[in-house]
């Protein structure tokens, strides 16, 4: 089953913060966070492996809330060059599959 | 350079062919993917592969069909096209479970 992405969609100006929420009604492992540009391939962007855990590079980082079964993507300072759209990929118990949420279009106008 | 290639950027076909696409990586991965992408639905998983001739169903794998002879090729089979078949195939490897993925650059298949 997909994990729920929200917003589904978001414009910022250039500078501006963002957050992208991904949750799961399953337990998660693991989950992956990827930036697609229009007419290229997803990009891997970083992946979080424990509850708790905190990433981040540049001026983009994320969380992961196992008890919560949810993750959040955080775009601060917004450059126009991380327009796209962020998938988050998750992986629950045992299974080997990585199952993509429906994507959040993020737009940063100058 | 890491490197996951799919053999066509663009296809049509014609409904009822039977359609073949490949994908071929070339860093000695366990795991390989083939997702289907639609506008407002994602990146959904059709099958995916954790060793040579081993398969298994992802969430929509009805209509498709998929081969691993080979650890570096993959193969998504539509055994009879059809329009609803019409969509982005994107195909992917990861060394091994909880690693990241690489994508390839998609194949563009329309059936008509």
């Known amino acids: 089953q997909q994990p729920v992405q929200s917003p589904q969609a978001v414009i910022l100006r250039e500078g501006e913060d963002a957050v992208i929420n991904c949750s799961s009604s399953k337990a998660l492992y693991s989950v992956h966070w990827y930036r697609q540009k229009h007419g290229e391939a997803p990009v891997f962007l970083m992946i979080l492996l424990k509850g708790g855990e905190q990433k981040g590079h540049d001026k983009i980082s994320a969380s992961f809330n196992e008890k919560k079964q949810q993750s959040s993507l955080y775009l601060t300072a917004s450059q126009l060059s991380y327009s796209g759209t962020y998938f988050c990929g998750t992986e629950s118990g045992s299974a080997r599959q990585l199952t993509f949420g429906s994507g959040t279009q993020l737009t940063v106008l100058p | ?112």
């Open chain 2, 1 to 112: 350079d890491v490197k996951v290639t799919q053999s066509s950027r663009y296809l049509v076909k014609r409904t009822g062919e039977k359609v073949f696409l490949e994908c071929v990586q070339d860093m000695d991965h366990e795991n390989m993917f083939w997702y289907r992408q639609d506008p407002g639905l994602g990146l959904r998983l059709i099958y995916f592969s954790y060793d040579v001739k081993m398969k298994e169903k992802g969430d929509i794998p009805e209509g498709y069909s998929v081969s691993r002879e080979k650890k570096e090729r993959f193969s998504l089979i539509l055994e009879s096209a059809s329009t609803n078949q019409t969509s982005m195939y994107l195909c992917a490897s990861s060394l091994y479970a909880r690693a990241h993925a690489f994508f390839g650059q998609g194949t563009r298949l329309t059936v008509v």
